[in-house]
């Protein structure tokens, strides 16, 4: 991964948004770099007895609409110039959904399946203590994004809250329910997905019959429960994880699936299946492709056989700028990440708004404040694509650059 900067991606996708909105120099030079960068180095006492020494990154790309906010990554590979494009499309979302939040990220360098249950608490704690000064409701707000969970965002609380001697259930998102988290939190980003998948097809008069999804964890479950019960039916035909990918052009039984991948581990020799290719689930013959895996899986080499009529962006950054010019030249309708995956953190922004108020919402109320705020968001989007005469991405970029920008001014910053 990342033989491709993704940082200079997402300073390319600001800056033609800043040209779009013909912004000034200064507005240009603040919005192609993040405002805080905080690098730490954590040593954990690991279960052997030995020490190991992490390397973990919290950046906070722009707080002028309000505090930052945005998951923490445990990954292998991490690196500071992912975390800052993904920090930045942060502040695209949020901005894009018109939450009065700014956009951050985090992340450590580790792989949490080499590490047990006690090694994982003690180096989350360890970010925790390290991080603290800059967290809080009212600056910067994390959640759980790659291979983090409730779990862990549940010990992050209570080291801040032991830290702080106070209670705090704002400070963190995707809590789970019982310590201050929110209903329909964990299948926020699917929802959020396929809401925008169900606005497309109204809007562009397509059917979403069948469907294909790119890495099948938590996102991709879901969108495929979620696609079935929202948009009236639809045929899942492909399916791939890390380990391998599956066909069947009759349709999976998406519940069986679901309970095979979290019995297994892994969707591959799924009952009744053919085995395929993992990439060649992106090129089938669907409406829509959910890409629901990681950075950079649409690239110049494959995005002429991608055949979908629709692409819903689950995860953050799958498509190159390259393919993107691609896809769109070939009249495919390219979902942003930045829209498509923007439910988890407006249902996260609810959270917030639950724990400070101290009451909490049903999952129905949640469900329908996040259909209104995606909804909003995509013919937003839509209007500026036909305003502006640009691309889908380059609408949403636009849209929430303006936003940004305008809170930059205000405050006198440019
Ligand atoms: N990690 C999620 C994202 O990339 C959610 C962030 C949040 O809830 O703050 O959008």
Known sequence: MDSYNTFQVAQKQVLEAVEILNLNQATRDLLIWPQREFKFTLPVRMDDGSVRVFHAWRIQYNTARGPAKGGIRFYPDERSDTIRALACWMTCKTALLDLPLGGGKGGIACNPREMSERELERLSRAYIRATAPYLGIDKDVPAPDMYTNPQIMAWMLDEFETITQRHHPGMITDKPLQIGGTEGRRDATAR??????????????????????????????????????????????????????????????????????????????????????????????????????????????????????IICELANGPTTPEADQIMNANGLHVIPDILASAGG????????????????????????SLDKKLTKAYHTMIEAMREKKVHPRMAATVVAMARVAEACELRGWV
């Open 192 to 309: 959020g997905g396929v809401i925008s998948v169900r606005e497309a097809c109204n809007t562009f008069g397509i059917q979403p019959d069948t469907f294909a999804i790119q890495g099948f964890g938590n996102a991709g479950q879901r969108a495929a429960l979620l696609h079935r019960e929202m948009l009236g039916g639809g045929k899942l035909v492909g399916v791939c994880d890390s380990r391998g990918g599956i066909y069947n052009p009759d349709g999976f039984n998406v519940k069986e699936l679901v309970t095979y991948k979290l019995t297994h581990g892994t969707v591959k020799d799924f009952p009744g299946s053919k085995a395929i290719d993992r990439d060649a689930v992106l090129e089938l013959d669907v409406d829509v492709l959910y890409p629901a895996a990681m950075e950079n899986a649409i690239t110049q080499e494959n995005a002429a056989r991608i055949k979908a009529r």
């Open 345 to 368: 953190v407006t249902v996260s922004y609810f959270e917030m708004v639950q724990d400070s108020y101290k009451y909490f919402w049903e999952e129905h109320e949640v469900h329908e």
